[in-house]
Structure formats: C-alpha cells, structure tokens
C-alpha cells in the first residue's frame, strides 16, 4: 500500500508565492514568447536581474524557459537558441563563449526512486547540479542531465544524452554520449 502524504514539501511564504513564483514567472513568461530582435534585447536587459550571475552579451532566442534563474550562472557572450529548457533546481553554471543550440534541455536535479512503497513524488529529489565550461558547444536536441560536468571546449552532438562527464576539448555523441574524439 502507498503512503498517502501531503504532497507539498517545500515551505514558501505568502510573499515569495506573489513575487517569486507568480509575478517572476508571468514577466520571464511574456518576455520568452517576445520574438525577433525586441525579445533577445530586451530578454538580455531584464534577465540578468533574475539570473544569479549574468554575464555581458547574453543571447537567448525566443521560447526558452529558464525554471529557477536565481540558481543558474552564465558567463560572458552566452547565446541559447530557441525552445531550450534549462531547470535550474539543483544548480547550473554554464562558462563564456557557450553555445546551446535549440531544443536542448539542461536538468539539474533527478528523482529519488528506490522504495517501492511510496510515490517517486514523495521520496525528494537529489541535486548534484551541472556545469558547462567555457567554450561549448551543445548540439540540436540534447539531454543534459544532473551531475554532469562538460569539460571546456567540448563539443556534444545532435540527439546526445549526457550521463557522465565530458572531458575538455573532446567531441562526444550518442544515447548515452561517448567521447569519439579530442579536438586538436
């Protein structure tokens, strides 16, 4: 038999709930739906107030969400391209020059499962977090999921899901990613 739990965890004052998760969301919400040059001007004015860290030279194209900015650090001359999700729950850095190509997701948390008893709602999650070094580039369509670290310069395919790290100045593909070389 499942234990039936409340299925609210996390306390929250009255005051955040408005600021943080209502007026916060609807604000980030009009700007990722704001499209052509306006949006990525203006998504580059307002989202370094939200973000934890913002470098100068920020691009994000249209119809990319970015869930908990205030854990998500991004360096200098960033460009995400449209409909890429990054869930900033557990943590996210993401270095200088980097590139995130469109539909990529970036996941920084990941549920715990284990006990069979209870809800894989009820059971938390675990937050290792993820870090992008400087000079990426993330290809079309990938998965990046927690505790990954992507070394600098690496270059991760179309399609990948990154499980595990990624050394630096390497080249890496696949379900699950695997290096397939080192860049000269």
């Not at 969301?25 to 004015?45: H, K, W, Y």
């Not at 369509?141 to 505790?147: A, C, E, M, P, S």
């Not at 595990?164 to 699950?176: H, L, M, Q, T």
């Amino acid at each position: 038999m499942i234990n039936k739990k409340i299925l609210i965890t996390e306390k929250i004052s009255l005051k955040d709930l408005i600021l943080k998760y209502t007026l916060r969301d609807f604000l980030l919400g009009i700007l990722n739906r704001t499209p052509a040059s306006i949006g990525v001007f203006l998504r580059m004015v307002f989202y370094k107030f939200f973000l934890k860290k913002c470098g100068k030279g920020l691009i994000i194209r249209d119809w990319v969400t970015i869930k908990f900015p205030e854990r998500v650090v991004i360096g200098n001359h960033v460009g995400i391209s449209e409909y890429t999700l990054i869930d900033g729950d557990g943590g996210i850095e993401i270095g200088e020059y980097t590139r995130i190509a469109s539909h990529v997701s970036v996941v920084s948390f990941g549920h715990n499962y284990e006990r069979k008893d209870e809800l894989i709602k009820l059971q938390g999650k675990r937050r290792k977090g993820i870090k992008i070094g400087r000079d990426v580039w993330i290809g079309a369509g990938v998965r990046i999921l927690d505790g990954v670290e992507i070394g600098d310069g690496a270059i991760v395919g179309a399609g990948s899901v990154v499980k595990r790290n990624i050394p630096s100045f390497s080249v890496a593909v696949g379900v699950p990613a695997k290096v397939i070389k080192e860049r000269k």
